[in-house]
Structure formats: C-alpha cells, structure tokens
C-alpha cells in the first residue's frame, strides 16, 4: 500500500523503514529535513494516491491536534486519518468528529514497542470502524510481530489510545516493582552480585519479563547505576489511567502508587528511580538525567 507518515523520530524512523521492509511505500514528512522525503504535509499528500491514508507519529496534544486540523484542509472524502501518537483518548473523539465533518475516517492507534520495533515489531491497539480499519490493515500486518501483538479495541474512536493507556500505567507498576526489588538487594550486606541474581531470574521464574532484561541489561552496565540520577519522568498516560480508574471507581492501588513515586523522584535522589530511568532508556531510548534538570524540572512530555 502507500501510506503518509508524518513524524519520523525515533519511533516513526523505524516504522517506515519496516513497512518499506514489507514493500509498502512510505511518503514520510518531517520538520528535520535531514529525515524528511517531502517538504511540506501538502507535498506528501499530493504524492499519495486515493483513498489517501496518513499515518500521524507527533508528540501527543497541539502538535497532533495542529497536524490532524492541517490534514483536515487538504485531505478528503473516504481518505483517513491514523493518530498512532499517545494522544489521550478523549482527543479521539474530537479529532474523529472533526474529520467526518469532510467525510474523511479516523483511527486511532496506540504504538507499543519502543525503539526495539524496527526489528520485533510493535503491539497494536487501535479503535475505529471496520471500514476504517480496513484501509489500513496491510500496514498493521507489516507494523506488528510475526505472531500476535494487534488487536481492534473497539468500535468508538479512543478505544485504541485507551488500551495503550492502561498499558502504560501497567508498565509504571511492574517497572516499580522490579525498581524497588532491586534498591533492596543493593541496600543489604547478606546479598552480593546483584546483576547475576536478576540474569538468573531471566529464566523459569514467573517474574521473567522483556523488563526484567532491559534491566538486567542496564545493571550489568552499570552495576549500581552510579551514572544515573534518580530522576524518571512521566509522558503523561500514567496520569490518564489513574483518572479514569477515578471516573470509574476502578481501585487502582499499586498503579496510583507507581505513578507517585515518579514524582517522589523529582525530589530527591531515589536509587529505584535510577532503576526506572535505566528500563525507560533501555526500552525506549528515554533521555536520562545525570545531572539535576534547570530550575529542578523536567518536561514531563519527554
């Protein structure tokens, strides 16, 4: 198929060069023009044939909300609009309302996989019609691992991006989890190789996970994460989940209390938040702190 990606940074780079692995072809749009195919959201819509389908990959809030309104004026009826960013789910609703108004569709998608799916493929959670769907299938196909990884969420637009939600605050729990496992070990003289304790729980224990490898990475490089600061920022969807478990009376202990301790971190040097930083990096390519950020905070966007 031919697909429009617009963002190509370190997760939208990757995906087109997977899905031009898989033969698709990619007319990709940035604002860097060392990366960018095109000049200008216009030149990469002109570039694609009808029914025109664009992959939208931007930081999540005004920028996806200015790219989509963009694509709005120069798309058009039966092409679609694919907001694989982590945009909260109840932009979803707007931008898809917003875009039927030219009869153009809207999906929404929550990409997870991190720097690690050029080569494994990423999970797929998205919402929206099947019809809409539809048009995008094949570059779902090529995106997602060889086996599993993609579901359609559901019928109403932010189906998708609440699944992702949800996924991420799981993730701040278990990260937690084996963060503050690890401060333990590292604090109390009975125990010693921290790093091969965590190697050999990689195999036949019920804790194994591709986290729990990302971390036992980064403590083999690093054994005491002396060169991090305990520092961990949150994109934001940790926050999403813990209201929506509050607009829902869902109880949400062990999540809520992840997503605290993230901003335990920012005052004051946690050794589990080093843990953190170390998966968010591994997993990611999250930036890490080594130093304390001016003015004592960091753009939790980041």
């Keep these: ?11 939208g780079g990757n995906m087109r060069t ?10 990709g749009y940035d604002f860097n023009p060392d990366v960018t195919d095109v000049p200008s959201l216009a030149a990469m819509v002109d570039e694609l044939p009808a ?13 996806t909300r200015s ?3 963009e694509l709005k004026e120069l798309l058009g009826e039966g092409d679609l609009v694919v907001d694989g960013g982590n945009s909260k789910y109840t932009d979803d609703a707007i931008n898809a309302a917003s875009l039927a108004e030219k009869g153009i569709g809207f999906v929404d ?17 998205y919402g929206g019609a099947a ?57 109390v003289d009975i125990v010693e190789n921290v790093p091969a304790i965590f190697e050999s ?24 994460l002396d060169q991090l600061r305990g520092y961990a920022d949150d994109s934001g969807e940790g926050r999403w989940t813990v209201q929506a478990a509050i607009d829902n009376a869902v109880p949400m202990h062990v999540i809520a209390s992840s997503l605290f301790a993230r901003f335990t971190s920012r005052q004051e040097d946690s050794p589990a938040m080093k843990a953190i930083a170390a998966m968010r990096n591994q997993f990611g390519g999250h930036a890490v702190h080594t130093e304390p950020p001016p003015g004592g905070e960091a753009n939790p966007d980041a």
């Design 67 to 69: 790219t989509i309104a």
């Design 109 to 125: 998608c929550g990409v997870s996989g991190g720097v690690w799916g050029l080569e494994n493929g990423y999970a797929l959670m």
């Design 201 to 224: 729980w990689r195999h036949g224990t019920v804790i194994r996970s591709w986290l729990l490898d990302l971390l036992t990475e980064a403590i083999e490089d690093d054994e005491h």
């Design 18 to 27: 997977r899905l031009r692995n898989a033969g698709h072809t990619v007319v």
């Design 131 to 187: 019809e809409d769907i539809a048009k995008v299938q094949p570059a779902f196909d090529a995106l997602k691992p060889e086996e599993g990884g993609a579901v359609h969420a559901g019928p109403t637009p932010g189906a998708g991006h609440f699944a992702k939600m949800v996924h991420n605050g799981i993730e701040y729990a278990m990260m937690q989890a084996y963060a503050e496992g690890w401060e333990l070990l590292e604090k």
């Design 1 to 11: 198929m031919h697909i429009g990606l617009v963002g190509l940074g370190k997760m």
């Design 51 to 63: 029914p025109k389908v664009v992959w939208v990959m931007v930081p999540a809030g005004d920028p």
